[in-house]
């Protein structure tokens, strides 16, 4: 070996640089501690023999640099781990030699790592690899720092790759009564693995462009994307950053106009948000660098002005964007970044009609006929409230509801109900419109209405305060009428106007039909035999669907086949069923 192995920060529990302490003193701590490790490794009891723990949410692996010989060993000992924890798995390796060490071979053990999990994992699992050692060993590995782990989730469980310490003294956030296990897993090759190590090897390559060296190392780096749902793909790319950057890391988050063209936009969490849980991810796996995280409304960002940045990372997907970035720069008289990008990640879990890559995409459209909230509350009869703009897909998706047992109110037959003489509304709206808006048979004429309100909107805004409360109180004398008969199941409300109403707070929760503006556009036409323009006046009239999805518990989106739709649909429906069990 041509290294010291060095694992002081494993042996005390306070936070100090010991940049004065001499290699001698070094050398005999390793000492110590390799022999501390030998006698406590030696007494651990096989996997096996262990009780297994309750399933915890989140763990940390304590994973010993020299115990990663191998691809193929990393690949069993992370495995493992995963099946420990269920939500969100740290790991931290330790031991890292103190020179000679290269960027891409710390990069290489990250990349696999998350690739590993990806795999394995389930979408929504969260693996987090800390840098901080990584980056003491290369950038400053004469100085020892001496870390307590901070991370934003509390720590359940400790998992190692030997029982050499607890090492629950070096975490800042951890549960009361925290486990710890020790890994003993059989690294010996198995013929029959050789596949999966070569193409483990493979994908964690990284892709090695001309205009930079690997194991360069630089002061200013700078990233962009959207970081929606970040996954794997985006945690190997800001990985790649942190590894090559001394000083500061700045991350251009894209912004308006950059998200409108990707697909189910409307899911894309808001900006401030997925700042925030990029910031939460940075200070976990490295704190120390300094952050700047700013929204971009071009692919440009901060590329187009700041002179002190020196090295951009990319994947292969975006390298064209790198190019872009670096034409304008000259343009502009700056120094061209380095540039350096990675190979993009592969999605194993990929269904039919989505991308091969892991992708924020792929993401969202799972997310469709999920629980993205849970209910309000639980009742019986169980309320659920069902929106979306026009053309849709309300109807359908009703439709199909009320097949799976559902008692449909369809709140646009209630108004219709509403404008019927006799009832008070009607009254009001002879009041405010005057008699010229009724028909031959005293009828309110809708068509006759529809000019006076939609060229208005004090008079549309005054007609909705008739309709609204009259609809209401007709759809609760409905659900009144259906518990007196001791009706328990689910009611579905059909109201294109639930959120504008306020409506929702008559419901458990709320279901929102989206399709894009541009199909929805379409649908019109084809169905009302109106112009383009006018169709598009009347989707452009309307709540949109992200102010829509923002109060939604489900969305369902109908832009593809109907057995999509209907699938969405019965996901939900199933989960509900499931709830209401509980
Ligand atoms: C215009 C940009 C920023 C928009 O980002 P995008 O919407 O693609 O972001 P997204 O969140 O999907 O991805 C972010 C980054 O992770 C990479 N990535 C996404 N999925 C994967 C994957 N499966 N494997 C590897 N990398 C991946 C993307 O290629 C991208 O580089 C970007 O695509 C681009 O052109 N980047 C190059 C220029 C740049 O970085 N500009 C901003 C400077 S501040
Ligand atoms: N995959 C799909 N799922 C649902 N509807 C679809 C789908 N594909 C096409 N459509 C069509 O879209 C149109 C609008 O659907 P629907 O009538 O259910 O919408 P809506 O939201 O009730 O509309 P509106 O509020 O205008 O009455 C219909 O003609 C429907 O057949």
Redesign the pocket.
Known sequence: MSYLQIDIDSRRTYEFQCSLLSHFTRYLCCLIVALSTRTSAENDLPLQALTKMAPVNTGILFLQFNSLATPYALSKIVLSALQKVDKLLYIKVKGLPLSETKVSTYNRIVNQIYNISSRNAVDRFDTRVVLTDFRDSLISPSVCVINKLHTSHTIETILMTSQEHSYAEFLENKRDGITSEALHIDTTFKDNDQHSIIEHQEKTQNHLPSSTDEDNIYDHV???????NL????K??ISAAILRCKKSL???V?DGI?IKT?KLWELIEPCQTRIKKLHEFLMDVEPRLQYKVVP?TD?????ADDPALQL?V??E??Q???MK?NQLRQEKGLSKLDIYS????D?NHAGAGEEN????SSFRKRLLGSHIKPPKFKSKPYVIGLTGGIASGKTTISKRLKDLGAHVISCDHLGHLAYKSGTECYRQMIEYFGAGILNEENEIDRKKLGPLVFSNKDHLESLNKMVWPEIRRLYNKEINELKKQSFQGIIVLDAAVLLEAGWQEDCAEVWVATVPKEEAVKRIVERDHITVEQATRRVESQLSNSDRVASANVVICSIWEPEVTAAQVLKAWQYVQEFLAK
Request: a neutral charge; hydrophobic letters at 35%.
């Open positions: 700078v990233i962009g994307g959207t970081f929606d996954h794997s793909g985006h190997m790319l700045t991350i251009g894209t950059m990707k971009i692919l440009y960002g901060p590329t951009l990319v994947s997907e975006t064209k964007g790198g970035i990675i190979s993009v990640i999605d890559k892991i992708s924020s």
